[in-house]
């Protein structure tokens, strides 16, 4: 009984998606309607999670399904595409 | 009540700040007028000298389109155009961000009362550069209508926000705008309008009151 427990708990723990992040340094985000920009562009993308932005580090964290991935050209056409500039990426 | 000398002296100030601010900020937009990709706008802004809303669609984040409807209360008429926004260019720098936008606009003015009607096209740029601290903002405007306008307009921002708030925050800002319309009467020629800026969400609320005594109230909002 014990096994079966600890077995459906494996089961429906490895289909719930971790989310991993990559911070993002971002010019030229100085204000809300920046930031919100970001927002409606990543949260588009498929396996993007959530979006955690600070203004005051200039970052941009983005938190993705544990089976997702995003390479760093996407990330700059995306960043890019939303009216703004990349200027790191930490991984 | 300033008259005489004190007058000349109001004149002469006010025309120093308007050069402070047309050397200053030559590459300084009251409100950005391009939003995000697949992004609705609806800005609304009422002053002494007009009424107007505009709704406009960006489908990049380098231009936008849109309808206009305005009252022009100087001279009078409402004109209702079709407005294309440009953003030229755009720096964006770690700590701050400067644009560059091209205005225009074709439609159809039309005098109070019907007694005149006539197509109308304006065009502008307008110009910023801002941090989170400081904001720095110029544009200007020609509508030319015929025998119902022929109107040139200029304005000028800075601004200083008093705490620096993160995304999410309620921001605010105290501002001074200067207009300046060289074929305005000597009262509005040019006029000073203090005003506070609040910024929360996706609202922009501007509320003021110019030299004129004219109320400035100013209300965007983002889709």
């Known amino acids: 009984m014990r096994f079966l427990m600890i077995a459906t708990a494996v089961f429906f723990l490895s289909g719930t998606a971790i989310a991993k992040d990559i911070t993002v340094n971002v010019n030229g985000m100085v204000c809300d309607f920046c930031a919100q920009s970001l927002e409606k562009v990543f949260l588009k ?47 | 009540m300033i008259n005489g000398d004190g007058d000349g002296i109001l004149k002469t100030t006010m025309n120093k700040i308007l050069l402070f601010f047309l050397i200053l900020a030559p590459f300084a937009a009251e409100a950005r007028p391009v939003s995000y990709p697949g992004g609705w706008t609806v800005m609304m802004q009422n002053s002494g000298d007009m009424h107007s809303i505009h709704t406009h669609y960006s489908p990049s984040a380098k231009y936008s389109i849109g309808l206009r409807n305005e009252y022009d209360r100087r001279d009078d008429f409402q004109n209702h155009s079709i407005q294309l926004n440009n953003l030229v260019k755009r720096w964006n720098n770690p700590d701050s961000q400067a644009n560059f936008y091209l205005k225009s606009g074709i439609g159809y003015a039309i005098k109070k009362g019907n007694s005149d009607q006539s197509p109308s096209a304006f065009t502008g740029i307008a110009a910023d550069w801002e941090n989170r601290r400081y904001f720095v903002s110029y544009e200007n405007r020609y509508v030319h209508a015929n025998d119902i306008t022929d109107d040139f307009h200029q304005s000028g921002r800075i601004g200083f926000a008093p705490y620096i708030g993160d995304f999410g925050d309620l921001h605010t800002w105290l501002m001074l705008q200067i207009d300046h319309h060289p074929e305005a009467n000597n009262d509005d020629h040019l006029t000073v309008t203090p005003l506070l800026r609040l910024f929360y969400d996706t609202h922009l609320l501007e509320t003021g009151i110019n030299d004129n005594n004219d109320v400035l109230f100013n209300y965007i909002k983002r889709f």
């Open chain 1, 45 to 91: 993308e498929d396996g993007v999670q959530n979006l955690d932005i600070s203004l005051k580090n200039k970052t941009v964290v983005i938190q993705l399904d544990d089976d997702a991935d995003i390479s760093d050209e996407k990330i700059n056409e995306l960043i890019e595409w939303a009216g703004y500039e990349t200027a790191g990426i930490i991984r």
